[in-house]
């Protein structure tokens, strides 16, 4: 998740941020784009061999500490207010759920046009009903997998949202102390109590990363600014934490909180502890796939499988060739679907609610 940033986002989240977003949305891209030459999926196209050894799949995990970063940035003003939890909770569910239904919808629609053309297309109800509600199922196969693949993240996400709205009942420090220990003793009952779905799922301990955002947030919040030098020398460790995880073969869910969490977090806080990026019209463009990154989200896997069928005919085996063709194609596709579709809608969606958009303050003195 993947999470979209608030209905103010071109205002009040930080450029650096939207940049972030995007990069991140980049990375599951480029991680899709390389599986599929992988697996065979796209016939002429020969698989590649990346040099960068980087798992690009922790785009997602960069998702996760930026959505924290986002939720507390923008609604630590907002803790114990009366109504608070119920507009918050509001707003993400205007932001988040549309667009999801929306290509999970597309994505059956795609199971009925290309029968036996879509991997895991069982149309199972009661998997179908956790899908469209964000509950962590398993499919006709066994996998703990919505019928839209990448919205798995999704349901991370939205238990995230579930219990920060009830953190939001009480005061900023109270609320930020219940949140942490709530999420603390999740990850303690998963690893110690044999758990069904979903709270299998839902106690894993890469729910600890959205605790890294928050932890972001509240420094930056704190006014706490590092020089150029400090905030690349961050990025750089974060990546090289993550290639060398990479190189020593060190993969699994088990230890993804640390392995890829721990490394997303410090680039993050390369990209973000600082002063904002000035606006030009590089970071412009920057700050437009931020605000298509949720697009791009959803969108891409069908705008590959779209690319890849028509790819046999073109006679290009190059699987570079391919990957550059079918990620820019990604990337035009979700800023248009961004254009056309995700921004009228939420225009249209918000103008049924209370118009009211939280406020971030530019500093937290007491968090």
Do not use: C
């Not at 450029?15 to 991680?31: E, N, T």
């Not at 069982?122 to 196969?141: C, E, K, Q, R, S």
């Not at 939205?158 to 219940?178: D, E, K, N, Q, T």
């Not at 934490?241 to 230890?255: D, F, K, S, T």
Request: hydrophobic share 55%; net charge positive.
């Amino acid at each position: 998740m993947i999470a979209p940033a608030p209905a103010a986002a071109s205002r009040d989240i930080l450029i650096s941020v939207q940049a972030l977003r995007f990069l991140a949305a980049a990375m599951v891209l480029l991680g899709h784009l390389q599986d599929s030459l992988r697996r065979g999926r796209i016939k002429g196209a020969e698989a590649v061999s990346d040099p960068t050894m980087i798992p690009w799949h922790s785009g997602v995990d960069i998702f996760f500490i930026v959505s924290g970063f986002i939720m507390f940035f923008m609604s630590a003003a907002h803790f114990g207010k009366p109504g608070a939890p119920g507009m918050f909770l509001q707003r993400r569910a205007i932001r988040v759920i549309p667009l999801y239904w929306l290509f999970t919808s597309l994505m059956i629609a795609v199971i009925f046009a290309l029968p036996g053309k879509v991997v895991h297309d069982d149309l199972d109800a009661p998997h179908l009903l956790a899908t469209y509600f964000f509950v962590p199922w398993p499919n006709a196969d066994g996998a703990v997998q919505p019928l839209l693949s990448v919205g798995w993240t999704l349901n991370f996400e939205m238990l995230f949202y579930a219990v920060f709205a009830v953190s939001m009942l009480l005061p900023l420090r109270a609320g930020m102390i219940a949140l942490v220990t709530a999420f603390g003793a999740m990850v303690a009952a998963g690893w110690l109590l044999p758990l069904p779905e979903p709270f299998a799922t839902w106690t894993k301990p890469l729910i600890l990363e959205f605790l890294f955002g928050i932890s972001l947030a509240a420094i930056y919040m704190r006014g706490i600014r590092l020089s150029v030098a400090l905030r690349l020398g961050l990025v750089a460790l974060g990546v090289a934490l993550l290639i060398a995880g990479e190189a020593a073969g060190l993969r699994g869910e088990v230890g993804r909180w640390l392995l890829w969490g721990v490394p997303s977090a410090l680039i993050a806080a390369g990209f973000i502890l600082g002063p904002d990026f000035a606006l030009t019209r590089f970071t412009e463009v920057l700050r437009l796939g931020g605000d298509a990154s949720y697009s791009l989200y959803l969108s891409h896997l069908f705008s590959l499988r779209a690319i890849g069928l028509v790819w046999p005919f073109l006679g290009i085996k190059n699987g570079w060739a391919f990957i550059v063709v079918a990620g820019m194609g990604s990337i035009i596709a979700a800023v248009l679907v961004y254009l056309l579709i995700e921004k009228p809608m939420l225009r249209l969606l918000r103008s049924f609610g209370s118009g009211e958009r939280p406020r971030a303050p530019p500093r937290l003195h007491n968090a």
